[in-house]
Nanobody, 125 residues
């Protein structure tokens, strides 16, 4: 059973930065496509960023493109989300997810097999 644990969330002022981490255990992390999603109160969970097995390909939601960077360290079984120039509208619970059996960019929530418990990011204006 794969377990994903996010960390790094918190309260930050607009314009600030945070780095989220998602540590995986119990599986073959280097063969999982990984993604970050977020969910704000009263809204549906939305795609933020995704990365393939070796990190050679990444994809971002338009709302975060140029500000967020997804990366992974397969030796540490960890995927990261660096968030710069944060805005109040980035406030949400951020989740990481793992998709097994594919080495593609995965955007849709239904195609992910495992999810973390989430970490809160709050951006004050």
């Amino acid at each position: 059973q794969v377990q994903l644990v996010e960390s790094g969330g918190g309260l930050v002022q607009a314009g600030g930065s945070l780095r989220l981490a998602c540590a995986a255990s119990g599986g073959s992390f280097s063969r999982y496509a990984m993604g970050w999603f977020r969910q704000a109160p009263g809204k549906e969970r939305e795609f933020v960023a995704a990365i393939t097995w070796g990190g050679g390909r990444t994809n971002y939601a338009d709302s975060v493109k140029g500000r967020f960077t997804i990366s992974r360290d397969n030796a540490k079984n960890t995927v990261y989300l660096r968030m710069n120039s944060l805005k109040p509208e980035d406030t949400a619970v951020y989740y990481c997810a793992a998709a097994t059996g594919t080495n593609t960019i995965v955007v849709h929530t239904t195609l992910y097999d495992y999810w973390g418990q989430g970490t809160q990011v709050t951006v004050s204006s």
